[in-house]
C-alpha cells in the first residue's frame, strides 16, 4: 500500500527549513523504520480516513509548535517532547473494525489500553532512546498519560496477567526496569483499576495537549468520535 508522502502532510504547516530540519535531526531515526512507515499506509487508519503515521507526524509538528515558549527553560527537552509524540500511538493493531478489541472487556478497550501498547513497542523498536534513565522515565510517562483526562489501563502484579495485551509477550521480555516505570506511571491515581493520572513531566503535558488539538481537527465525522469508544467506524465500513 502506498505511504503518505511527507511533504504532502509538512505542506499543512507553515514550517521554515530550519524548523523541519530541527524536528527530523530528532525523530528521523523513528520514522525511517519500517514499523512507522508501515503505519503510514491505509492498513492503519487512525481517525476516520487519515492514517495513524500521519496522525503521529501532526501531532509532533504541533509539538514543536506549542513547544517553542518553553525553548528559553533549560529544562525543558524540545528532543524528549518530540519522541513522545513520534512514540505516542505505535499500537500494535489497526483499533477501527478490529474483531479482537470488540471482545476484550470494557475497561481493556483500545482507548485504554493502547497507550501500554505503545510503550512496550518503541521500547522494542527504539530501544537507544530509553538507555538513558532519566529521559525513559519522561518518556514512558508522558506515552502512558498522552490520552489525560481519559485514563489508561493500570499494569500492576495482581492483575497483569488479565490484561490482553496485543504485545504482552514482548512486554514480558521488557527489562524490569522499564517494566517498573509502566508499572509505576499506571498504578498513579488508580480508581476501578485505571489510572486518572497526567504526566508529571512538562514534555508529556505539552504532547498531551498537541494530541488534543490536532486531534479535533482530524474528525471528520461523527462515527470516527464514536470509533474511540465502541472500537466500531460505520463510514470505514462503506
Ligand atoms: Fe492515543
Ligand atoms: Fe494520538
Not at 501531532?59 to 527537552?77: A, E, F, H, P, Q
Request: proline share 3%; aromatic share 12%; charged share 25%.
Amino acid at each position: 500500500m502506498n505511504a503518505v508522502d511527507l511533504k504532502e502532510i509538512l505542506s499543512n504547516y507553515k514550517l521554515t527549513e530550519n524548523e523541519i530540519d530541527e524536528i527530523f535531526k530528532v525523530v528521523n531515526h523513528i520514522y525511517i523504520h519500517p514499523e512507522f512507515q508501515k503505519r503510514l499506509t491505509k492498513e492503519f487508519l487512525h481517525h476516520g480516513n487519515m492514517t495513524l503515521g500521519q496522525h503521529i507526524i501532526e501531532d509532533t509538528i504541533t509539538t514543536y509548535k506549542l513547544s517553542k515558549k518553553y525553548l528559553n527553560n533549560n529544562n525543558y527537552r524540545l528532543d524528549l517532547a518530540l519522541k513522545i509524540s513520534m512514540f505516542h500511538d505505535l499500537y500494535t493493531m489497526p483499533w477501527q473494525n478490529n474483531e479482537l478489541a470488540k471482545e476484550n472487556r470494557f475497561t481493556n478497550k483500545h482507548g485504554f489500553r493502547h497507550p501500554v501498547e505503545a510503550v512496550i513497542n518503541a521500547y522494542t523498536w527504539y530501544k537507544e532512546d530509553f538507555e538513558n534513565t532519566i529521559d525513559a522515565k519522561i518518556i514512558v510517562d508522558g506515552i502512558i498519560h498522552h490520552m489525560f483526562p481519559f485514563p489508561v489501563i493500570v499494569m500492576d502484579n495482581r492483575i497483569i496477567n488479565n490484561r490482553k495485551l496485543n504485545n504482552f509477550e514482548l512486554f514480558k521480555s521488557m527489562p524490569e526496569d522499564i517494566q517498573d516505570l509502566i508499572f509505576e506511571s499506571t498504578s498513579r491515581c488508580n480508581f476501578l483499576n485505571l489510572s486518572w493520572s497526567k504526566t508529571k513531566y512538562l514534555e508529556g503535558k505539552i504532547m498531551a495537549k498537541a494530541d488534543k488539538k490536532s486531534s479535533l481537527k482530524q474528525f471528520n465525522n461523527l462515527y470516527g468520535i464514536f470509533a474511540l469508544v465502541t472500537g466500531k467506524n460505520k463510514s470505514l465500513r462503506k
